[in-house]
């Protein structure tokens, strides 16, 4: 049962343009969303999160939009550069965060010169 | 402390042979947590302790794999009579209990298992 659900295992985008990852969820209990980006050979590293109280949450080239309704999260990447290329996964757990955080399969961004 | 940190980070094992896993979190860090990733895959969560206590072994794949606490500082991983599917890569993470990072995880690089 993928609580977490990432349908798009790759993107390529041009560098300068905007990438959009989508993430959906299935667990109505989830309160709290995450991004991580992870390189190879390395753990992933966390990016933005947004918690379900907010429909929107944004540093720097980085915006997460939550649907609450849809179930439903994206991450905008704008604009969108070459060192951005790396694995991307949507996260999602109860209680605020930390405790059995749950993540999607990830998405593998291609960032092109 | 620049991070979490995991020892060995590379294992390669015969079948049946049982391997361990060495975990240091962030020193501040109450909460540690152990997750699996296989080729393709997100982590898959195992564990989570909180100091010492382990509140979450739910999720641990089977009576194979056990963790420990001891101190509440580092943690240990074990997995007894090891299978060629339990071959993946195992990820540790801390995180604060509160806090405006409270639900961040701070993952170390993880420890590569291949059992032939």
């Known amino acids: 049962d993928q609580q977490v659900k990432q349908n798009s295992p790759s993107l390529s985008v041009q560098e300068g343009r905007i990438s959009i990852l989508n993430c959906d969820y299935t667990?109505?209990?989830?309160?709290?969303f995450l991004w991580y980006k992870k390189y190879p050979a390395e753990g992933p590293t966390f990016l933005i999160s947004?918690?379900?109280?907010?429909d929107k949450n944004e540093d720097g080239r980085f915006t997460v939009f939550l649907n609450k309704s849809a179930k439903h999260l994206s991450l905008h990447i704008v604009p969108s550069q070459p060192g951005d290329s790396a694995v991307y996964f949507c996260?999602?757990?109860?209680?605020?965060?930390?405790?059995?955080?749950?993540f999607g399969a990830g998405t593998r961004l291609f960032v092109k010169a | 402390d620049t991070g979490v940190s995991q020892d060995p980070r590379h294992k390669i094992t015969k079948r049946g042979q049982n391997v361990t896993f060495r975990c240091d979190p962030i020193?501040?860090?109450?909460?540690l947590y152990w997750y699996r990733q296989t080729l393709g895959q997100g982590p898959e969560f195992l564990t989570y302790?909180?100091?010492?206590?382990?509140?979450?072994k739910s999720r641990l794949l089977s009576d194979r794999f056990s963790a420990e606490r001891p101190k509440g500082s580092f943690s240990t991983l074990e997995i007894q009579r090891t299978e060629q599917g339990d071959s993946a890569m195992y990820l540790c993470?801390?995180?604060?209990?509160?806090?405006?990072?409270?639900?961040?995880?701070?993952f170390g690089e993880g420890s590569r298992l291949t059992v032939l």
């Open positions: 667990n109505s209990m989830f309160d709290y």
């Open positions: 993470a801390s995180s604060h209990r509160q806090g405006a990072s409270a639900g961040e995880l701070f």
């Open positions: 996260a999602a757990s109860e209680e605020g965060g930390g405790f059995k955080t749950i």
């Open positions: 947004i918690s379900s109280i907010k």
């Open positions: 020193s501040e860090h109450n909460r």
């Open positions: 302790f909180q100091n010492e206590a382990q509140l979450e």
